[in-house]
């Protein structure tokens, strides 16, 4: 991901009168190229939106607001690949709808047996296995109605801008006849990952909608979750969770491993517009709205963004999650703990200011030294590097 201009040095001077050696550290320089070539600019992004009958105007305000997401992956010449997902997948996993359909349960785990709403126990243009699919739009319908499909699961860098736009305004509104009983976000990013709780593949040969496509192995995985209602996910041998930190405990875990990311160094953040205050949303609330402790707690392990549900207007929580999306992805390790108030930082020649919001700012995290650019700083692809710095220590 990087080369090193200058090794560490070591230089020894003598005094004349034979007295003790008197030893200084030559100052670091790391050099990093910000280019497909040398720095790994992929990001794949998972949308899980919950598709129940509390979210038509959440979603079309996901769309709505889109560019303010996009716009800097555009801008900077990332290389992204985005799906969109649904919160009810988790069904999947235990073959049975939950709620007021229980007549509906799957003991065979037939993917192609058709899925009745949990919202009015009526039949869906969805079967089981496309629970677990990513969606290109709403897959539920309205009895006797399909409903809108964009026909195309995965959108990449390389389609033109505006197929990108169009095909994510009708994929992200993912209906409204979901399960609105048991949103459950981990269960659910297993389950479209096909992977059990331990990292193992799961689903027996079943084929899934463009996964081997969309996700790299070497890519920044960002995992951003819209809904109105906290994670009710559950253990794989249908436990609860004895508290929120055993929750956040087993999804980083997974995660960790899905990743190959260690702590400290992730390859991936966990986002959301959520419910953070229930006591203070303006917006209205639905009966069954619930906070989100759970998936607040996830995105502060993960260095993840949370944005509020309760606004009419996602335009800046969606700038802020793609701006920590871009600036995690782009992080640079220095090669040696840093003398503070040494750093210089130059980008294609420039002195760039240290800022935590339009500039670079040094991070300290799990051991791991790093320069993370913010806002307008953020380097464009392409960009020569500079980092020089005095090492604290031999």
Not at 46 to 55: E, L, N, Q, Y
Not at 70 to 83: H, T
Not at 302 to 313: L, P, Y
Request: charged content about 15%; aromatic content about 10%; glycine content about 10%.
């Amino acid at each position: 991901m990087k080369h090193l201009a200058l090794g560490f040095a070591l230089l020894t001077l003598f005094g004349c009168g034979g007295g003790d050696p008197n030893f200084s550290l030559l100052p670091e320089t790391d050099v990093f190229q910000q280019s497909t070539s040398s720095f790994n600019n992929k990001i794949d992004i998972i949308w899980m939106v919950d598709a129940s009958g509390t979210m038509v105007n959440h979603q079309s305000n996901l769309a709505n607001n889109f560019t303010d997401f996009i716009g800097d992956f555009v801008g900077q010449g990332y290389d992204n690949r985005m799906v969109v997902s649904g919160v009810d997948a988790w069904i999947r996993e235990y073959d049975y709808n939950a709620g007021t359909c229980s007549s509906n349960p799957n003991p065979t785990h037939n993917p192609n047996l058709q899925y009745y709403s949990s919202a009015d126990c009526n039949s869906t243009y969805a079967n089981f296995g496309t629970l677990t699919q990513f969606r290109d739009g709403d897959i539920y319908g309205i009895p006797g109605t399909p409903g809108a499909r964009s026909g195309t699961y995965l959108l990449t860098s390389a389609m033109p801008p505006a197929t990108v736009l169009s095909t994510f305004a009708t994929n992200i509104r993912t209906g409204t006849r979901g399960d609105g009983v048991a949103e459950a976000g981990l269960q659910s990013l297993r389950s479209i990952l096909r992977r059990n709780s331990d990292g193992s593949i799961g689903y027996g040969g079943e084929t899934h909608t463009v996964l081997s496509s969309f996700r790299r192995p070497d890519a920044f995985l960002a995992v951003i979750i819209v809904t109105d209602e906290e994670d009710q996910s559950r253990k794989q041998n249908l436990t609860n969770y004895s508290s929120d930190q055993e929750y956040v405990d087993e999804f980083v875990t997974f995660m960790d491993g899905y990743t190959g990311g260690v702590p400290g160094n992730r390859k991936y953040n966990v986002n959301g517009i959520i419910l953070q205050d229930i006591n203070n949303c303006p917006y209205g609330l639905h009966p069954q709205a619930t906070q989100g402790n759970r998936y607040m707690a996830i995105s502060a392990a993960t260095n993840g963004v949370i944005g509020s549900i309760c606004s009419t207007d996602f335009s800046q929580q969606l700038n802020d999650i793609a701006r920590q999306i871009i600036t995690l992805s782009s992080r640079f390790q220095l090669s040696r703990e840093p003398v503070m108030g040494s750093i210089v930082v130059t980008v294609n020649g420039v002195n760039i200011p240290e800022n935590p919001s339009n500039g670079w700012a040094y991070v300290l995290d799990s051991g791991f030294h790093y320069v993370e650019f913010r806002g307008s700083a953020i380097p464009p692809q392409g960009a020569s590097i500079v980092i020089d710095y005095d090492p604290a220590t031999f």
